[in-house]
T-cell receptor, first 111, second 113 residues
């Protein structure tokens, strides 16, 4: 069964703007991960946030986790055309440690 | 130098044929996975092996049979291919069952005609 659901399904912004993507899930988790997939390529791991963490940063990426709302957000600041990709969240259902992916958010950054 | 490599990258075959996709990782990871990504980009886990042992077998037809000769390899054999098997298949690995941060291969695009 599908666990994480990303929102919006598609996002189109201009270079320099911030991009925010959200992920909602249904059951308790051990961790939540965000991945990027460029067209025709495999997924690249961006950030893992554990259930006892609320926020993590990596370069221009900021991930938050709200376990009470069962949701996470990925913020990309000062976006670049090279950030154009699909972004997926992955959660482990009910603490199973098996990552289940959503359908992704397709981000287009216009130069 | 590639961390998770899968071959072939593209596979076009006729219905009813049998085909294999190979996957190798040089990261020293214990756990390997096969995922299927459909045309709507939905990624679904198929199998997971930990140290050559099968730990996950989702609802996948028996025509799909994974084989792990050692912990660095996880191959996928598909018998009697059907049109619905057309998808992109991704191999991935992680340090162990618990630690996240999966490393994915670049995918094998399978087209059944």
């Amino acid at each position: 069964s599908q666990q994480g659901e990303e929102d919006p399904q598609a996002l189109s912004i201009q270079e320099g703007e911030n991009a925010t993507m959200n992920c909602s899930y249904k059951t308790s988790i051990n961790n939540l991960q965000w991945y990027r997939q460029n067209s025709g390529r495999g997924l690249v791991h961006l950030i893992l946030i554990r259930s006892n963490e609320r926020e993590k940063h990596s370069g221009r990426l900021r991930v938050t986790l709200d376990t009470s709302k069962k949701s996470s957000s990925l913020l990309i600041t000062a976006s670049r055309a090279a950030d154009t990709a699909s972004y997926f969240c992955a959660t482990d259902e009910g603490g199973s440690y098996i990552p289940t992916f959503g359908r992704g958010t397709s981000l287009i950054v216009h130069p | 130098d590639t961390a998770v490599s899968q071959t072939p990258k593209y596979l076009v075959t006729q219905m009813g044929n049998d085909k294999s996709i190979k996957c190798e990782q040089n990261l020293g990871h214990d756990t390997m996975y096969w995922y299927k990504q459909d045309s709507k980009k939905f990624l679904k886990i198929m199998f997971s092996y930990n140290n050559k042992e099968l730990i996950i077998n989702e609802t996948v037809p028996n025509r799909f049979s994974p084989k792990s000769p050692d912990k660095a390899h996880l191959n996928l054999h598909i018998n009697s291919l059907e049109l619905g098997d057309s998808a992109v298949y991704f191999c991935a690995s992680s340090p162990n069952q618990v630690t996240g941060g999966y490393t994915f291969g670049s995918g094998t695009r399978l087209t059944v005609v």
